[in-house]
Nanobody, 124 residues
Framework: VQLQASGGGLVQAGGSLRLSCAAS????????VGWFRQAPGKAREFVAA????????NYPDSVKGRFTCSADVAKNTVYLQMFSLKPEETAVYYC??????????????????WGQGTLVTVSS
C-alpha cells in the first residue's frame, strides 16, 4: 500500500486542521493506520491510531479530546482532525499502516508502510 499525507499548513494557536492520508494500491480497510509526528530534533511521537477490527481509535493523553481519527472507506482515506492546536505541536505529521491486528500499536517501528509527511506549523 502507498500512503500520501496532506492537509498540513500554518495555523494559529487554538486553531484546527484536518490531515488526510490517502491510500493507493490496496484497500485501506485491510490495515490499521497510525498517525505520528516529529518535531525538529525530537523523536517521532504517536498521536492517533484507528483499528479496523472494530473501527476503534486510540490516542495518547497529550491529544485525547482534541484529535479525532476517522476514515472514509469509499475514498480509501484516513483523516486526522486536530482542534485547539498548540505551538509545541508544530511538526511533520506522518500516517503509517500495518496489517490489521487485535492489538494497539503506538511505536513507529511497528508500522510497515509510511506516507511522506505533511508539515503542520502552529504559530503563537
Amino acid at each position: 500500500v502507498q500512503l500520501q499525507a496532506s492537509g498540513g499548513g500554518l495555523v494559529q494557536a487554538g486553531g484546527s486542521l484536518r490531515l488526510s492520508c490517502a491510500a493507493s494500491g490496496r484497500t485501506i480497510s485491510t490495515y490499521d493506520v497510525g498517525w505520528f509526528r516529529q518535531a525538529p530534533g525530537k523523536a517521532r511521537e504517536f498521536v492517533a491510531a484507528i483499528r479496523w477490527s472494530g473501527g476503534l481509535t486510540n490516542y495518547p493523553d497529550s491529544v485525547k479530546g482534541r484529535f479525532t481519527c476517522s476514515a472514509d472507506v469509499a475514498k480509501n482515506t484516513v483523516y486526522l482532525q486536530m482542534f485547539s492546536l498548540k505551538p509545541e505541536e508544530t511538526a511533520v505529521y506522518y500516517c503509517a499502516a500495518r496489517p490489521r491486528s487485535s492489538t494497539w500499536y503506538s511505536i513507529s517501528d511497528e508500522y510497515h508502510y509510511w506516507g511522506q509527511g505533511t508539515l503542520v506549523t502552529v504559530s503563537s
